[in-house]
Nanobody, 129 residues
Framework: QVQLVESGGGLVQAGGSLRLSCAASGRTFSTYAMGWFRQAPGKEREFVAT????????SHTDSVKGRFTISRDKAKNTVYLQMNSLKPEDTAVYYCAAGEKGPSRTFSSGLYYSGYDYWGQGTQVTVSS
């Protein structure tokens, strides 16, 4: 079994910063990508960022470009999300996800919910105005 444990969420004022971490443990598997999604109250879960585990190539949704940065530490099996210039509309539960390699999976698979097999329990990020 694979476990993903997020940390680093909290309450911050608009304009502030937070760094989320997600550590993977448990059964060894070949990861092709890890990503971050978020879900605000009353809204669907949405893609935030993804990173190729092998190359480090990343992609971010338009609303966070220039403010958020995804990165990974392969030695620690950990992915990070550095969030700067936070806005009240960034308030949500943030979920980490990991996807196993497969013949049909490419970098673009990581842009979608269906591209992931394992999910963390989420960490709350609240940005006050």
């Amino acid at each position: 079994q694979v476990q993903l444990v997020e940390s680093g969420g909290g309450l911050v004022q608009a304009g502030g910063s937070l760094r989320l971490s997600c550590a993977a443990s448990g059964r060894t598997f070949s990861t092709y990508a890890m990503g971050w999604f978020r879900q605000a109250p009353g809204k669907e879960r949405e893609f935030v960022a993804t990173i190729s585990w092998s190359t480090g190539l990343s992609s971010h949704t338009d609303s966070v470009k220039g403010r958020f940065t995804i990165s990974r530490d392969k030695a620690k099996n950990t992915v990070y999300l550095q969030m700067n210039s936070l806005k009240p509309e960034d308030t949500a539960v943030y979920y980490c996800a990991a996807g196993e390699k497969g013949p049909s999976r490419t970098f673009s698979s990581g842009l979608y919910y269906s591209g992931y097999d394992y999910w963390g329990q989420g960490t709350q990020v609240t940005v006050s105005s």
